[in-house]
């Protein structure tokens, strides 16, 4: 089979390549609002209530998605892609990635860490952008490490390959998250050199979150008080038409002026975990312990708040039912196990397993290489468990979407969403597929035959150098 064709009535700037022995980029090409795309005779899993359409046509304009289904007219002019013989995802969505980090993911020291944030440290440069889009994948929780009990704040990203500030990475309107983790890691982080840290036991770890919230809900406590006082303030002022003043003191204040309190004193730390309490920012909790997956559930009630994902959750099969009842989505491994003790009672069946008991489950990375074939890591929840493969793929696509909270934009092919779109040989489950084009926001951000024939040049010009 041929490599999609794309036809332009145009001549348009080339896309980004990055052949395999230079790091370099041409970066995204420039388009009018007013372009039209057109991808068509493609067999589309839309993922979404049109099911699997044959031979099909999407049209996209201004980066969304403007039409779906098998008997679109393609308006003249537009640019084509003829992907016939192909088959068109939604772009694969990593709900567990490091990727696009620059100087590393964890702050280790101290066991809360809550005002950190990764998209402080985002690389666009970083060459597993460009790789992953190879792969597929167009968007990824970019979360922080987990030597604390409590870490930092992640950052939900679009692969958007040739930008030049870490900023245009960011998936603008997603909710913002948190990274917590359990077990080994906040627990041995003690250990592995320089000051030792409280805690450095499983009950320490628990303690420790614990005691973040109750000065957490102290905090809130406080804000919330000034808040309603300052409110309270600006009614009575409406009333008497007086001034407003700050400061402790109401003395030599006249005139029907009103005394404005003062406002406590910010803390970063404080902001994060007031966000949780409050529903604003998403809890991603790397676990993996069945016992510890219930611990956080209870402490999590205890103090008020909800857990949007565990993360790992390699025992989640054991307490499917108690994390559904919570309401927590589950993003795990397709079968990773042997490295660790916790990973001792893994399973391949866990994903299908907590999906029959009514958790929302996604497979996610946790790394740069895997990233690339997060397709196949879905297949096996066909072996592993029997999903069918609409449910299965649903895991690197629509599911990671709703956890992330951005399943409103991407995460399945409708009218209305952007398009975030993966171009495959083949089915993704097929054993000789592979990716062949890879669209963000409908930019052309991985094209299969560029790349080769950029490889091509790049070794012909290496070759005859001296």
Not at 317 to 329: F, N, Q
Request: net charge neutral; proline share 4%; charged share 25%.
């Amino acid at each position: 089979m041929k490599t999609p064709t794309i036809h332009r009535p145009v001549a348009l700037r080339p896309v980004a390549l990055v052949a395999a022995l230079v790091l370099a980029s041409a970066g995204p090409r420039a388009e009018s609002q007013d372009t039209v795309t057109a991808i068509t005779n493609a067999r589309i899993m839309t993922v979404g209530q049109a099911g699997t359409i044959d031979k099909g046509t999407i049209l996209i304009k201004g980066g969304k998605i403007t039409a779906v289904g098998a008997n679109v007219t393609v308006p003249e002019g537009a640019t084509t892609i003829d992907a016939a013989g192909r088959v068109v995802t939604p772009g694969i969505i990593d709900a567990h990635s490091h990727t696009a980090v620059e100087g590393g993911v964890n702050e280790c020291t101290n066991i809360v860490t809550a005002e950190v944030r990764v998209e402080d440290a985002l690389d666009p440069r970083d060459i597993s952008i460009y790789r992953q889009l190879a792969g597929g994948v167009t968007a990824a929780n970019v979360l922080h490490g987990s030597c604390n009990s409590i870490g930092g704040q992640n950052a939900t990203i679009k692969l958007r390959w040739g930008v030049e500030s870490g900023d245009a990475l960011l998936f603008k309107g997603a909710p913002p998250g948190i990274k917590f983790a359990l077990g080994e890691n906040p627990k041995r982080s003690s250990f592995t050199g320089g000051a030792r840290r409280y805690p450095a036991t499983r009950m320490g770890v628990e303690v420790s979150i614990r005691d973040a919230f109750m000065e957490a809900k102290a905090y809130k406590k406080e804000w919330d008080a000034y808040e309603a006082a300052v409110k309270t303030i600006a009614g009575t002022r409406g009333k008497s038409g007086g001034p407003i003043h700050s400061g402790r003191s109401a003395g030599g204040l006249g005139g029907g002026a009103v005394q404005r309190p003062e406002a406590p004193r910010k803390n970063l730390q404080m902001e994060a975990l007031k966000e949780i309490l409050e529903g604003k920012r998403l809890v991603h909790a790397h676990s993996y312990r069945a016992d510890e997956i219930l611990m956080l559930i209870d402490v999590a009630n205890e103090m008020g708040f909800k857990i949007a994902t565990f993360q790992h959750v390699l025992e989640g099969y054991k307490v499917a039912t108690e994390i559904a009842k919570h309401g927590a989505g589950a993003s795990t491994f397709s079968d990773w196990w042997a490295y660790k003790m916790e990973a001792y009672d893994a399973i391949p069946h866990n994903a299908a397993i907590m999906a029959s008991h009514g958790v929302l489950v996604s497979l996610n990375s946790d790394s740069d290489e895997l990233a690339r074939r997060l397709y196949w890591e879905a297949a096996k929840a066909v072996r592993y468990g029997g999903v069918s493969e609409d449910e299965a793929f649903k895991m690197v696509t629509l599911n990671p979407a709703k956890q992330l909270g951005i399943d409103q934009w991407v995460g399945s092919i409708e009218v209305g969403k952007d398009a975030d779109l993966a171009i495959f040989r083949a089915h993704p489950f097929a054993a000789d597929t592979r990716v062949e084009m890879t669209l963000v926001d409908g930019k052309v951000m991985f094209d299969r035959s560029k790349d080769v024939a950029a490889r091509t040049g790049v070794a012909a010009t290496l070759g005859g150098a001296k």
